[in-house]
Structure formats: structure tokens, C-alpha cells
């Protein structure tokens, strides 16, 4: 027997026009009955499921309401409330890991999904994980739009998650400090201003009111997109290795094993604003140190590379620096703007392959590359680079400590990172610090 035609687009849409209307009085029993009709034209209709779902749950049928939404979810998986409703109806069950599940999968098909990373805050609280918890609403205070911070419910979960991330941070001041043991009390005034600025910073008890620093803020710094050369005594031993170092950067390209996309997102983890350059070469790098590690086989085939680099005060902080890379950038290709880690090091770029039509953009001022000769700036600041042209161009990257900084300071920030590290270790992902 053939199956029935579907019924005409005018019949189904005044259904649900009608179904809409009744939902909107606050009729349950006449909603139920309407978005059921829908189901019975449409049996995978996405909002009919939905509909019923979100009445199952409002009247706390949490096993009723996690079939209906798993069947909205099915027929609509792109859309991001979807995923996080079905999460609250696990969350209100106790059934917290498959909450977790549900809201990754809302994040992913919208990193923007604000909704989605408050009910992640309120999953991890409940699960006993204070820290993780504490990320997942920070990153939701920093998405929300300000518009709806206006709308009574949404308020009273920004206050929450405000506190809490207050109380978290506490708790991470309290931490870091028994992290630098007698080192703290070595310190002058002067060192001292600065660093506990530093600590307010990440406590999030002041505000960094220049650059914007993704880890580690540092106050009272100057605030300088681009430094003059002539202030570091080892520019020129760098700058008189460029023939050697173009000789050796040849050599890759003529056997380019090696080089590696360097926008590398977890499966599950938005690349955000690097999405058009994740897991492509458009962006590569070959690696001579990466996370403060050595890379052998790089490093073997660059010796005149490592060699000038060894005169250079080098970051040295267990699993993230040094970072020292030669950063290829395909044809017409642009790198978006985004912020550096933190203002405690400065980026070092020696130009080798510079064709036309290339720039870089730090706070707003642009500066293109000339051939040999160093450019140091502060990434903390909004920047971006891009190739216009038809030709590759290749750049040396590697960072320095800001020379601002006094090597105390130096050590105070090398330990700061460590704790923040040990701090999150097994509650949240690493890479994002």
C-alpha cells in the first residue's frame, strides 16, 4: 500500500501557526494535543518534539522529556538550544555526564551559544568540579550579550556565575601565593606594586585596562605595540646570521617534511576565528621548539638557526615556552586579529621570504617586513598579518622576556604560569591557558 502524500505546505504551516498560538496562551493540554497533530502529519518534526519535550520537562517527566528532546535533536542537530535543553532534562535527572555530552555537542554546532555554557557551569558545579565550573561560566560572562542582561532570568545567572567565579579565583590567589614560598618576600616595592597588580589581575579583584593578555596579565608595564631594535644588545648577533638562516630555510622548502598546520583545534573544540586555518598548511610552522620542548630531528637539520637563538633570553617555562617556529603563509591568506598570552614576553619576527603586499597589524599600527631585519612587539595587544600576494612568505618567530620585566620578576612569572597550570591540571583544558 503506498504511504500517504504529505500534506500540502499551507495545511501544515496553519498547523502550526495554530499550535504556536496555543503554546503561547500557557494551554498544556491544548499545546500537547496540537504539536501530537503536528507529529501525526510530520512524525520527525524538530519543533513538535521539542514543544513536547520542554512540557515534559517544565512538569519534572525527565525521562519523557529526554526521548522527546533526543527525537528534536535527531531531526535538527545543528541547532544549539536543542542540544542544551536535552541537557538540562539529563542535569535535572542526575544523569550529568550525559548532560556534559549534550552541551559539547551544543558548543560545537555554536561556540556562541551562551545558554549552553551557563547549564555547563551548573552540570560541573554539581558534579563536585569547582574549577572547571568556574571556566565554563567565565567564558559564558564573556559571550553574553549585553542586551540580555536585562532579562530578569538571565540576571540572576550572571550574578551567580559572578560570584562564583569570584570565590574560584579566591581560591586561585590563596594557590599561586604558596606557590612562590620565600620568592615573593625577595622582592622590593617596586617588584612587589607590580606583581601583586599581576595577582589582582588573575584574582579578578583589578582590571588590565590597556592590552588584553589571554593568560597572565602583567600591570604596569608600557603599554608599546612595536620596540625599537636598538634596544636589546643581541639584535645584531641575530640579524648577522640571516644569510645562514635563509640558507637553511631553503633547504626545508626543497624537502618540506616537517612544517605542520599551526591552527591545530582538540575533535570537539571550536578554532573560533581560526576555523578558515584549522588543520591546513595555509598557516604552517616547522617547529624547533614547541611547549618548551626541543624538536630533534627541526633542530638537527637548523643548527646555524639554533645556534642565533641561543643568544637570545629565550622564555623558559615548563610545557609552554620556548616556542620558536619558522611561520609560513601561504598566498592570499590572512591570520585574523587576536590576542597574545600574556605582556611578560615580547614576539620576535626575523623576516626571511617577504613578498609584496605582506603586513603586519599590532594595536592598530601597521608595519610590514624587511628582509633581515628584526621586529619585536607586544602580541598582548589586538593583531593581525596577512599575504596579499602570489608568492609564500616565511617569517622566524620566537619569544624574549619583555625586558621591562626584572629577573625576579621573571621567576615570579615562571612560577605563576607553573601554578596556574597545576591549578587546572585535570579540571579544564590546558591549551586554553
Known amino acids: 500500500m503506498p504511504s500517504a502524500s504529505p500534506p500540502a505546505p499551507s495545511a501544515l504551516d496553519a498547523l502550526l501557526a495554530h499550535a504556536r498560538q496555543v503554546s503561547a496562551t500557557g494551554d498544556a493540554a491544548g499545546a500537547q494535543l496540537c504539536w501530537q497533530k503536528v507529529l501525526e502529519q510530520v512524525p520527525h518534526h524538530p519543533e513538535a518534539w521539542y514543544q513536547l ?20 535533536v535527531a531531526g535538527a542537530p545543528q541547532l544549539a538550544v536543542l542540544h542544551s535543553t536535552l541537557a538540562r532534562a539529563y542535569r535535572l535527572d542526575g544523569q550529568f555526564e550525559q548532560a556534559l555530552a549534550s552541551l559539547e555537542r551544543a558548543v560545537l554546532a555554536d561556540p556562541l551559544a551562551w545558554g549552553a555554557r551557563y547549564e555547563q557551569g551548573e552540570v560541573l558545579v554539581a558534579m563536585g568540579r569547582r574549577r572547571a565550573a568556574a571556566m565554563a561560566w567565565q567564558m559564558a560572562l564573556s559571550i553574553t550579550p549585553p542586551g540580555q542582561l536585562h532579562v530578569a532570568e538571565v540576571k540572576t545567572m550572571v550574578d551567580r556565575a559572578q560570584a562564583f567565579v569570584g570565590d574560584v579565583r579566591s581560591e586561585l590567589g590563596e594557590h599561586l601565593r604558596a606557590q612562590l614560598g620565600d620568592l615573593y618576600a625577595q622582592a622590593d616595592s617596586h617588584e612587589r606594586r607590580r606583581f601583586d597588580a599581576c595577582l589582582g589581575i588573575v584574582e579578578g579583584t583589578r582590571r588590565f585596562a590597556t592590552q588584553q593578555p589571554a593568560t597572565l596579565p602583567y600591570p604596569r608595564l608600557p603599554a608599546i605595540p612595536f620596540f625599537d631594535r636598538d634596544e636589546f644588545e643581541w639584535v645584531p648577533q641575530i640579524e648577522a646570521a640571516f644569510p645562514a638562516i635563509l640558507a637553511e630555510l631553503h633547504d626545508l622548502l626543497e624537502r618540506p617534511t616537517g612544517f605542520e598546520p599551526y591552527v591545530q583545534s582538540e575533535p570537539g573544540i571550536s ?36 645556534a642565533a637563538l641561543a643568544a637570545v633570553p629565550q622564555v623558559h617555562i615548563a610545557e609552554r615556552a620556548p616556542v620558536s617556529f619558522f611561520s609560513a603563509l601561504k598566498p592570499r591568506t590572512h591570520i585574523p586579529m587576536h590576542f597574545g598570552a600574556t605582556n611578560t614576553r615580547l614576539t620576535v619576527h626575523l623576516p626571511l621570504i617577504v613578498p609584496e603586499n605582506c603586513a603586519i597589524s599590532v594595536g592598530g599600527e601597521v608595519r610590514g617586513w624587511t628582509p633581515g ?17 602570489d608568492s609564500l612568505r616565511v617569517v622566524l618567530i620566537f619569544d624574549v622576556w619583555n625586558p621591562l620585566l626584572s629577573p625576579l620578576e621573571r621567576e615570579l612569572v615562571t612560577r605563576t604560569i607553573g601554578g596556574l597550570l597545576d591549578f587546572y591540571r585535570g579540571h579544564a583544558d590546558l591549551g586554553e591557558l
Not at 512540557?55 to 533526543?70: H, I, K, P, W
Not at 584549522?278 to 637539520?301: P, Y
Open 53 to 72: 519535550g520542554w512540557q515534559a520537562l517544565s512538569e519534572g517527566r525527565y525521562g519523557q522529556a529526554q526521548d522527546c528532546l533526543r527525537r528534536a
Open 271 to 306: 578554532a573560533r576565528q581560526f576555523s578558515a586555518l584549522d588543520h591546513t598548511l595555509d598557516w604552517g610552522a616547522f617547529f624547533l621548539w614547541k611547549h618548551g620542548q626541543r624538536i630533534e630531528e627541526n633542530c638537527r637539520r637548523c643548527p646555524a638557526t639554533e
Open 373 to 389: 631585519e628584526l621586529l619585536i612587539f607586544d602580541d598582548t595587544f589586538e593583531h593581525e598579518a596577512w599575504n596579499r600576494s
